[in-house]
């Protein structure tokens, strides 16, 4: 099992930064890949971006490149989602999600893809 729990939401203005990190513990963390998935009001929750821990490997959506970065502190068994330039479309509730270490990471994936969530953390971007 993994237990995961988000933190560092907020409300920013257009072209603020925010910092989310995500926490994990449980006895299975180690090579995980470990996703940020965002959820706007009435939208589905979409992929925006993955870390797989072992290696540092990263990836992202579109949407996000050269704005987001993700990374992680396996001392600390966190991962972080350095958000700027942040626009208001950035708005909605961000959660973490992790896979059973040492299976494959990807990117892209859908929500199926994760077997474990935290309870999300609210960001919101005025204009």
């Known amino acids: 099992q993994v237990q995961l729990a988000e933190s560092g939401g907020g409300s920013v203005q257009a072209g603020g930064s925010l910092r989310l990190s995500c926490a994990a513990s449980g006895d299975t963390y180690g090579s995980n890949c470990i996703g940020w998935f965002h959820q706007a009001p009435g939208k589905e929750r979409e992929w925006v971006a993955a870390?797989?821990?072992?290696?540092?490997?990263?990836g992202y959506a579109d949407s996000v490149k050269g704005r987001f970065t993700i990374s992680r502190d396996n001392a600390k068994r966190t991962v972080y989602l350095q958000m700027n330039s942040l626009i208001p479309d950035d708005s909605g509730v961000y959660y973490c999600?992790?896979?059973?270490?040492?299976?494959?990471?990807?990117?892209?994936?859908?929500?199926?893809?994760?077997?474990?969530w935290g309870q999300g953390t609210q960001v919101t971007v005025s204009s």
């Open positions: 999600a992790a896979r059973m270490p040492g299976l494959l990471c990807g990117w892209s994936q859908p929500r199926s893809f994760y077997s474990y």
């Open positions: 870390v797989y821990t072992g290696g540092g490997f990263t």
